[in-house]
C-alpha cells in the first residue's frame, strides 16, 4: 500500500488558469520516486498540495490508506510528511541544533540533551557539521544536511526534496544522493523533483512525468533512458511561428570576451553579429540571467571586455545603455514597469538619456510604441496595471527601442504569457533582428529557442557547455545537454 496516494488531483485557479488536470501519484515507502516536468508543467503546484500549503479543487488524497485533506503545512508536518525546498527555509542566525529541533510552534528547543540527539542525527547523515554552529555561516551544501536532519529530527515517513542539488558543487551533490538513497533503505518514502536527467536516472526508482499539468509517463526508472524521459517532458512541438530561417549574419555587433564574475563558474567569450539571434537555454540555476546581467554590467563584480560594433564599451550600466546594449529583465514588474504609471509614462522612463520631460513628445513616443507593437490599449494614458501580461511585456520592450539601441538582451521574454501573445512578440523580436540589432534571449521554454534563434548556447552549473546551430536541434536533445548527459560538443 502507498504511504500517499492522489487520485484525480486538479487545480484551476479563479483566473481560470488550470495548473493541474487530474493527477494520480503513488509514492510507496522504501521508494526513490521522480517527479520531472518541464517549467510550467505542474510540479510546484502538486509539491504545494502534498505539502500542505494548498487545496486543490478536485480529487483526493489518502495517507497510511486513509482519506485526508491537509489544511496547513502544519497538519502534513504532523502527518509525517517533511518538505525540503530548493530555497532552504532555514532561520540564520540560529544554531544547527536550533533549526533541526525548532518546535513547530516556532520556538526553538535548547533544553539538555538537544545537542547530543543532533550530533546523533548529522552522524547519520555523514555531515561533519557543529551543531552549535550559526547556521548563516554554513554553505549551501550543509544547510541542505541541516534541512534534511530537521525532516529526521521529526521521524518523517515521506520526505519530499524539490530541486536538492540546483546549487550544490559536485562533492555536495554526492552527499545529498548518498543520503536520499539511505532514507529509502530505512523504508522512508522519497518525491524526489529534479531538472537533472543524469541524477534522475542514477539516483531513482521510479519517474513520473508531469506535462502541462497531468502525468503522462509513469514508471520504473530502469525501464527507461534519459532520453525517453526527455520525449515525456517535451511532448508537444512549438507550432505558432514556423523554425527561423538563418540569413547571413552581418559583421560582429556585440563581442564579449572573458567576462568573468562569481556568478559564473567560468569566463565567457562570446560573439553575436548584426541581425543574429542567440538563445540561452539552461535549467534553473544554469546561469542564464546571471550572464546577461552581466554584460549589462548589472553586476558589479563582472569583469572582462564588452564591445558594441568593435568598440570597447565602458564597465557601468550608464556606459553600456549609451553604447545601445539594452537589458529586458524577467521580473517586468519590479525591473521593468511601474504599474501605477500610464503607458505614456513607462515607455518615457529614464534609460540612461534622461526623462522625456515633452508631455506632447512622450504622448507621440507612446502611441508609436502602441503602433509599431501592437499593444492592445486604449491609449497612451491607458495603465499599465489595466494590460494584459502581453500587452504589458511589450510596453516593457518599447522602453528599448530607442534610435541608439544596437544590443538587446531578454531574459525570459514570454513567461506567462498566452500563445496568442507570445506569438506577437516572438516576431516582434524577429523583426528587430531583421533590422540589425543583435539579441540574446534567454528562455525556459525550448521548443520557443528553437523557433526563435539562429544559433543556441547551453548552460549547465553557471558555464557554457554547448553551442549549437538550432537549425540542427530538437527540444529533446536541448533537454539533454541541459539537464543530462548527452555529447556536450563544443562550447566556443
Known amino acids: 500500500m502507498p504511504l500517499l496516494s492522489a487520485r484525480g488531483v486538479a487545480m484551476r485557479y479563479p483566473n481560470g488558469t488550470v495548473a493541474l488536470r487530474g493527477v494520480d501519484l503513488d509514492v510507496p515507502a522504501g521508494r526513490v520516486t521522480a517527479l520531472v516536468g518541464a517549467n510550467g508543467a505542474g510540479k510546484s503546484t502538486l509539491i504545494r498540495i502534498l505539502s500542505g500549503a494548498a487545496r486543490p479543487t478536485g480529487g483526493s488524497l489518502e495517507w497510511l490508506g486513509q482519506a485526508t485533506a491537509f489544511r496547513r503545512p502544519v497538519d502534513a508536518r504532523r502527518a509525517g510528511i517533511a518538505t525540503i525546498h530548493q530555497h532552504i527555509p532555514l532561520v540564520p542566525t540560529l544554531s544547527v541544533a536550533e533549526n533541526i529541533l525548532i518546535d513547530r510552534g516556532g520556538i526553538a528547543r535548547t533544553q539538555a540533551g538537544d545537542r547530543e540527539a543532533v550530533a546523533a542525527l548529522l552522524a547519520r547523515l555523514d555531515a561533519r557539521i557543529d551543531p552549535d554552529a550559526r547556521v548563516g555561516d554554513l554553505g549551501i551544501g550543509d544547510r541542505q544536511a541541516v534541512a534534511i536532519a530537521a525532516a529526521l529530527a521529526v521521524d518523517a515517513k515521506l520526505v519530499i526534496m524539490d530541486e536538492p542539488t540546483a546549487s550544490l558543487a559536485g562533492h555536495e551533490r554526492a552527499a545529498v544522493y548518498r543520503v536520499i538513497r539511505q532514507l529509502a533503505d530505512e523504508g522512508r518514502a522519497v518525491l524526489f523533483i529534479s531538472h537533472f536527467l543524469d541524477e534522475i536516472v542514477r539516483l531513482s526508482d521510479w519517474v513520473a512525468v508531469l506535462r502541462d499539468g497531468g502525468i503522462v509517463l509513469d514508471a520504473e526508472t530502469d525501464a527507461l533512458t534519459e532520453a525517453d524521459i526527455a520525449g515525456a517532458m517535451a511532448g508537444r512541438q512549438f507550432v505558432a511561428l514556423a523554425r527561423r530561417e538563418r540569413a547571413g549574419m552581418g559583421e560582429p555587433r556585440l563581442t564579449v570576451e572573458g567576462l568573468a564574475t562569481p556568478a559564473l563558474a567560468e569566463p565567457v567569450n562570446l560573439s553575436v553579429a548584426r541581425g543574429e539571434i542567440v538563445g540561452l537555454a539552461g535549467l534553473l540555476g544554469s546561469g542564464r540571467s546571471e550572464l546577461l546581467h552581466a554584460i549589462f554590467a548589472a553586476d558589479r563584480h563582472a569583469t572582462g571586455l564588452v564591445g558594441v560594433d568593435g568598440e570597447p564599451v565602458g564597465r557601468s550600466v550608464e556606459e553600456r545603455i549609451a553604447a545601445g546594449i539594452a537589458l529586458v529583465a524577467e521580473d517586468r514588474v519590479g525591473q521593468g514597469l511601474v504599474p501605477a504609471f500610464d503607458i505614456r509614462r513607462n515607455v518615457a522612463l529614464p534609460v540612461g538619456g534622461g526623462w522625456l520631460v515633452d508631455d506632447e513628445a512622450?504622448?507621440?513616443?507612446?502611441?508609436?510604441?502602441?503602433?509599431?507593437?501592437?499593444?492592445?490599449?486604449?491609449?497612451?494614458?491607458?495603465?499599465?496595471?489595466?494590460?494584459?501580461?502581453?500587452?504589458?511585456?511589450?510596453?516593457?520592450?518599447?522602453?528599448?527601442?530607442?534610435?541608439h539601441t544596437r544590443v538587446l538582451l531578454l531574459d525570459e521574454p514570454t513567461a506567462g504569457i498566452d500563445i496568442g501573445a507570445r506569438s506577437e512578440i516572438l516576431r516582434l523580436i524577429r523583426g528587430l533582428a531583421d533590422e540589425g540589432m543583435a539579441i540574446v534571449v534567454a528562455s525556459s521554454d525550448f521548443a520557443e529557442l528553437l523557433v526563435l534563434a539562429d544559433r543556441v548556447l547551453v548552460l549547465r552549473d553557471k558555464r557554457i557547455i554547448a553551442s549549437r546551430d538550432a537549425a540542427g536541434l530538437d527540444e529533446d536533445t536541448l533537454i539533454l545537454l541541459a539537464g543530462g548527459s548527452a555529447p556536450q560538443g563544443s562550447a566556443s
Open 362 to 403: 512622450e504622448r507621440a513616443a507612446a502611441a508609436r510604441a502602441i503602433e509599431t507593437l501592437a499593444i492592445k490599449a486604449q491609449g497612451p494614458e491607458t495603465a499599465v496595471a489595466e494590460l494584459s501580461g502581453g500587452n504589458a511585456q511589450k510596453v516593457t520592450i518599447a522602453r528599448w527601442l530607442r534610435p
